[in-house]
């Protein structure tokens, strides 16, 4: 994944952790860069914005310039973070029973345009992260000022730690990546957009660790849209309440 060359570090993204087709899942590369920063997003949030789509199995330059660190690919360059002084507002805490009732009204199940997704695609147990965001019910007490939430619960599968057994932050930003999108779908008149919005930017700041093999509320909410940017929140909650991690991001829509 990553390996010092002389001075210059590089990423390697490893196709089990993609996104698009061809390209590395925004919520996974914004938080292997933010665990590069001092304080790796523990700290402090990391603001990670993704200007063009990291392709797989290839190895890229990662340079810190200044307090930030870019990703680039030759002259271009595709992902930068940064540390930012604010404070995530998460979304409310869902109970986990209530999470996993709501992944039944996941849309995903019946039509997935990035059916391949580390973290929300279809893929066999084990191999992504099957978090699966559907519409928590209304009569659950869990909207705030009228908000709509999806939920999903997140058992953790058991293969995704590193070396020393600890799940990486990089695997809980993706479980804080697309539920801000698909918080979204039930904003468009046919519940899904022609096109799929693509991650533009993702701020994320982790409290505490995950486990493998727990259960975990991860719970999302829309918030708003200027044109072709839609904004969201996400977070991870134990299921005691307790709060695991926050983001919030700005998905793009492409033209057309």
Partial sequence: ???????????TVPKRFRGPEGTANGGWIAGTLAGTLTGGGHDSPVEVTLRRPVPLESELPVEHVGNAVVLSQGDDHLVEAIPVA?????????RFTDAARAEAGFPGRHGHAIAGCFACGLREPGDGLRIFPGPVDNTMDNQVDGAELVAAGWRVPFNVTDEHGVVPDSIIWAALDCATGWAHYRSFPDRRPIQPPLLGRLT????????????????????????RKLFGTSAVYEVDGALVAAAKATWILPRG
């Avoid at 604010?86 to 869902?94: D, G, I, R, S």
């Avoid at 994320?204 to 849209?225: K, N, T």
């Fill in 1 to 11: 994944m990553t390996a010092a060359a002389g001075l210059q570090t590089v990423l």
């Fill in 204 to 227: 994320g700041q982790v409290f505490r660790r995950v486990y493998p093999m727990g259960r975990y509320s991860v719970v999302a909410r829309a918030e708003g849209r200027d044109g």
């Fill in 86 to 94: 604010e404070t995530l507002t998460p979304p409310p805490f869902v």
